[in-house]
């Protein structure tokens, strides 16, 4: 509103298309690479998953689309059978794997 005042109708539309494709680099970009490198799932995993939990579940599948396909995951893992879906989607979550490369890191630090 303040844009509409200070820089007229052209401006206000010009902030209004800045803020629009700032938001859609952040959610569409940015968020799926962080999430992925820290929850050790594929950004394309993720933004398939959200597509999918979203078709299922509707809104409620958009919000929860992490969580579900971490456990996902996890269940995948579990089974010998199907573990290879499970590293389809990302790095093992191995606890032994995780310390593993926490002690390679303190070497070379």
């Given at each position: 509103?303040?844009?509409?005042?200070?820089?007229?109708?052209?401006?206000?539309?010009?902030?209004?298309?800045?803020?629009?494709?700032?938001?859609?680099?952040a959610e569409n970009i940015v968020f799926p690479s962080l999430a992925g490198k820290g929850l050790k799932l594929s950004p394309g995993i993720l933004f398939l998953s959200l597509i999918h939990w979203n078709y299922v579940l509707g809104t409620a599948g958009a919000l929860l689309f992490i969580p579900l396909t971490v456990i996902l995951k996890i269940v995948l893992e579990s089974f010998d059978e199907i573990k290879w879906l499970a590293r389809f989607m990302g790095p093992n979550g191995n606890i032994e794997d995780a310390e593993k490369t926490a002690n390679k890191e303190k070497i070379i630090c």
């Open positions: 509103m303040l844009a509409l005042f200070k820089y007229g109708p052209v401006g206000a539309l010009a902030v209004i298309l800045v803020i629009s494709i700032v938001d859609m680099l």
